[in-house]
């Protein structure tokens, strides 16, 4: 076996089990759009079946730029940012840290 035969197969049924992961979750919670982010959201082969999954399911798809798919600041930057154009704001006294956030518990507006 070649190495890189190897890796192609690992990636394909590793993303394949994140696909079946995430149809699963949108077709449980009802849910109309799918994020992408994170540093594995730059991995064109996972951007390419969540895209083909979202599209036969009838869903929104969302990615960030490639650019900021590097650095996690960054993405949390441009988040707060889309939410500030978007109107939603927060006192500073208002804002907390969770250990657990679930992402499910954030409204996508924009």
Known sequence: YRVEDLAYSFQETAFAALVEVTERAVAH??????????????????????????????????????????????????????????GIKFNLEETIVKQKFRTDEVKVIW
């Open 29 to 86: 919670t009802g849910k109309e759009e799918v994020v992408l982010i994170g540093g594995v959201a730059a991995n064109n082969r996972l951007r390419e079946m969540i895209r083909i999954m979202c599209e036969d399911r009838g869903v929104e798809f969302f990615v960030p730029p490639y650019d900021l798919c590097r650095d996690n600041g960054a993405m949390i930057a441009y988040t707060g940012l889309r939410m500030f154009k978007a």
